[in-house]
C-alpha cells in the first residue's frame, strides 16, 4: 500500500501568515500514463470535504489563489499564501496513481 | 449542479449489514467513477471502493471480503453494502464523485448493540 505521511499535524497560523504542509508518499506518484494524481483536500468543521488541488498543482474551479500545490515522484508541498479565518480546518493530501487509492494522516490548521 | 446525498440507518447491529444508498442530481453516474469513502472518529480517512461508469468496480483490499457497490442507473443512485460490520466500521460514511471534486453530505454510521 502507499503511505503518504503528512507533516505537521498540527500547524498553528495567524491570520495572514504563510504556512506550508507537506506530503511525503512511499512510493511514486507519477503514473504511466504521466500525470501525477495527488491531490489536496480540505475539511473544514461540519463540513464535507472540498477539492482544492488536483494533480499536484492544478487549482480546483472556485478555490482561491493563494492556495498552491507543487512537488513530484514522492514529495509534495501545499502553500497557503496569506491564511484567512474560512481556511481553519483539516487539510489531507491523497493519491490516486496507484490501484489502493490512500490518504494522508491529515494536518489540522488551527487559528495561532 | 452535482449534487451528492447518503441515505441509510445511523445505527446498525454488529454482524448485520450495512447499506447506504447515494443520490446523485445534475450528472450521470453513467459517466465518469463514484466511490465511497470513509471518516473514523479523529482523522483518518479511508477509500473503501468505487463503481465506475461501465459498471465495474474496485475496492479497497483490506474490505474486499465485505463490502459491494452497485448501482441503478435509472435512479442515478449508486449503494455501499458492508457486511459483518463490527464497532471498528463506525465512521462517517461519505459518497463522492471519482474526481472528488463534489461529495455528500455524510452520513454518521454507529455499530453497537
Known amino acids: 500500500d502507499v503511505v503518504l505521511t503528512q507533516t505537521p499535524p498540527t500547524l498553528s497560523a495567524t491570520i495572514g501568515q504563510s504556512v506550508s504542509i507537506s506530503c511525503r508518499s512511499s512510493?511514486?506518484?507519477?503514473?504511466?500514463?504521466?500525470?501525477?494524481?495527488l491531490n489536496w483536500l480540505l475539511q473544514r468543521p461540519g463540513q464535507s470535504p472540498q477539492l482544492l488541488i488536483y494533480?499536484?498543482?492544478n487549482l480546483e474551479s472556485g478555490v482561491p489563489n493563494r492556495f498552491s500545490g507543487s512537488g513530484s515522484e514522492t514529495d509534495f508541498t501545499l502553500k497557503i499564501s496569506g491564511v484567512e479565518a474560512e481556511d481553519l480546518g483539516v487539510y489531507y493530501c491523497?493519491?490516486?496513481?496507484?490501484?489502493?487509492?490512500?490518504f494522508g494522516g491529515g494536518t489540522k490548521l488551527e487559528l495561532k | 449542479e452535482v449534487q451528492l446525498q447518503e441515505s441509510g440507518p445511523g445505527l446498525v447491529k454488529p454482524s448485520q449489514s450495512l447499506s447506504l444508498t447515494c443520490s446523485v442530481t445534475?450528472?450521470?453516474?453513467?459517466?465518469?467513477?463514484w466511490g465511497w469513502i470513509r471518516k473514523f472518529p479523529g482523522n483518518k480517512m479511508e477509500w473503501m471502493g468505487y463503481?465506475?461508469?461501465?459498471?465495474?468496480?474496485s475496492y479497497n483490499p483490506s474490505l474486499k471480503s465485505r463490502i459491494s457497490i452497485t448501482r441503478d442507473t435509472s435512479k442515478n443512485q449508486f449503494f455501499l453494502q458492508l457486511n459483518s460490520v463490527t464497532t471498528e466500521d463506525t465512521a462517517t460514511y461519505y459518497c463522492?464523485?471519482?474526481?472528488?471534486?463534489?461529495w455528500g453530505q455524510g452520513v454518521m454510521v454507529t455499530v453497537s448493540s
Open positions: 463522492a464523485r471519482g474526481s472528488f471534486d463534489y
Open positions: 445534475g450528472y450521470s453516474i453513467t459517466s465518469n467513477y
Open positions: 463503481i465506475s461508469y461501465s459498471g465495474s468496480t
Open positions: 512510493q511514486s506518484l507519477l503514473d504511466s500514463d504521466g500525470d501525477t494524481y
Open positions: 494533480s499536484v498543482s
Open positions: 491523497m493519491q490516486a496513481t496507484h490501484a489502493l487509492w490512500t
